[in-house]
């Protein structure tokens, strides 16, 4: 299947729930639209109508939170499920129940919240788990035509993307998590076969879309440390295609919130407001009943502003909304005694006869109830310990009209865009507390000076933005892949490039070494040129029109005893040294050498816990190879290295090269790309051919991408504009230049 007619595909939305429940009155179903950011968020894209006409239908696959039969009597009224249509599945209750409240909410969104010691390790409950990602993909499978484009949300089908790639290779994925992605050290708490298993299955998708940008860097470290794949400029290289992670803020409807204030129930429930509180200062907070949402350190938070400043008591109060949320988790429960037990005892200590600090609800608020808390607010208090995004810190601000202060938790995803707010450390009480009385005691001026600086920054980044920039980065991935994807030389190719050759009065042939002129071998001494190389490269080289340069990551030694009665120029060391044929080596003397004792023990460390591995140094480089060691071992042992290099060398002149069974560490700017461009300055050659099959290679294949035939040995996404399986094939593409 491919995606040629993209334009004329339906957006097909993926969540694990549907959007709505279905309620029966008077024995008729009823639609009633469901709570949650993602909901509200694409229902006011679908409802604008803002795709300017990309995509002619709008779909949503997702679970009914009700029977299947009410389903079906719902769709015998006829009635319509808004701006777009639905596909929904409906999954066996204790299957389902093992899914969400086990494997989804026991143990992801405490590990991808910061909460391990929450976590639970259920094997049954990750069998639940693939199961119903699996009934997810199949209906998917089922459903998806030709030009369609699938967008899966959320945490709970992870593995969705990969099992749709597998069955249909060509179809347009986007993946978005709205929750964080933590960093690696945390991710791989997770059983190994659950690590490798969600990797790939969001690795299915060709656009990962997350909030913030330390949570794409996240993903990305994850993604080399689990499957050993390697990323540049977001672009995670696959062996078949190009996977792209990104940062999409999601938005809101600015204008929904922001001129909510004219509507005359909003102002008459505002005015209610304010004169039941008799104009005291109010600080309102809103939240899911969840442990992540540190709503107990804000009760001590504004505990210890109460002690502090006494001469704010009677002035102030704290209106605290918690909504409902996952009720038949037991931890869930606990967390409500435990807000409702910290309120009472708070309430109890402070209240007076004509006032109480805390007015607390454990409910759902209507919108006209939450515009006119927002805009009767003289604080928003929005302090999660950890949070994806907070989209009620953009409500809130949104709603705001010419006062408002939001102090908002430093870990919430926010915080990234809304750096005028007065940001705290939600666990630090004091923090809080101060931050309370800066809100309160600041003046109107500095108010709403902050508020129109955010506020505008929410007007141009909407939801409809939102949507838009993910969709069209989804469409931009795909071109991207349709034009890196390398093309195995054709026959009809190989004669063009002959014709070619043939033709040119200047021609440069720039030829990797390992893996490229001869096989790769368990030990570099053991790649030694057999005599048919040297007499091929010999021939080539006597052609007074034909230039031939080996570009190697090899040693100077090593190459000029190979090849020193070679008319060949040669490169070592990825450009460190240089000997033009016929002349002396070149070589960068005056590169600091001082870092090598620094890192040689890292290497030799792991040398020692890897059987069969070894450290090189070369002039200018250390390498470690480690294509001796067992595979399983040698893959976990590499990226444990790559980690351990990645911090010792931050802010250092240094790089790491993670090569064909090897990991080389070298001064910055010496690379084959620098090099190659060097060489051909000056001259003007008609002929420049590029051959490679490393990572080393990409340098030279991006830097003569406009200048060079380049070909990729191997497998894998590449710069290079073709492709060949071996060295064989090498060897006889050489041989038919000289035929």
Known sequence: MTNTNEHNGRLIVVSNRLPFQLLEKDNEIVLKESDGGLVSALKSYFDGDQHGGTLREKWWIGSGEFPEKRWKKFAKQDNATGSFQVEPLFIESKTYNKYYNGFCNATLWPLFHYFPSMVEFDETTFEAYEEVNRIFADKILEFVKPGDVLWIHDYQLMLVPGMVREQMPDITIGFFLHIPFPSFEVFRLLHTPWKQKIVKGLLGADLVGFHTHEYVQHFLKTVQMVAGLDHQFRNIMLPDRLVKADLFPLGIDFNKFHNASELPEVKNERADILQNFNHRKIIF???????????????????????????????????????????????????RKMIEEQVGRLNGKYSTLHWQPIIYRYNHLSFTELCALYEASDIGLITPLRDGMNLVAKEYVASCQDKGVLILSEFAGAANEMGEAVLVNPMDKRE?????????????????????????????????????????????????????????????????????????????????????????????????PNEDLIRLLNILSADTKTEATIISGRDSKTLEQWFKNVPVNLIAEHGAAVRMKNGDWQIEKDLDQSWKPLIRPTLELFTQRSPGSMVEEKGHTLAWHYRNVDPELGFVRSRELLDSLHHLLRNTPLNVVDGNKVIEVRLSGIDKGTVASKLLEGDDYDFVLAVGDDKTDEDMFRALIDRAVTIKIGPGNTAAKFSLTNQNEVIQLLNQLLN
Do not use: C
């Open 285 to 335: 907070s809103v939240d899911r009943l969840d442990y992540t949402k540190g709503i107990n350190h804000r009760l001590s938070g504004f505990e210890f502003f109460l002690e502090q400043h006494p001469e704010w008591r009677e002035k102030v109060v704290f209106v605290l909304v918690v909504v409902p949320s996952r009720q038949i988790i037991a931890k869930y429960s606990e967390r």
């Open 432 to 528: 809080v507390a101060s931050a309370i009385l800066t809100g309160l005691t600041m003046p109107k001026e500095e108010q709403v000076q902050r508020l129109e600086v955010i506020q505008q920054r929410l007007k141009d980044y909407t939801v409809i933005h939102w949507v838009n920039d993910f969709l069209k980065e989804l469409a931009a991935v795909k071109e991207n892949q349709r034009i890196q994807a390398t093309k195995h030389l054709s026959k009809s190719e190989l004669l063009e490039i002959g014709v070619r050759f043939k033709r040119a009065h200047r021609r440069h042939l720039l030829l990797d070494y390992d893996g490229t002129l001869v096989p790769l071998v368990k030990h570099p001494k053991l790649a030694i």
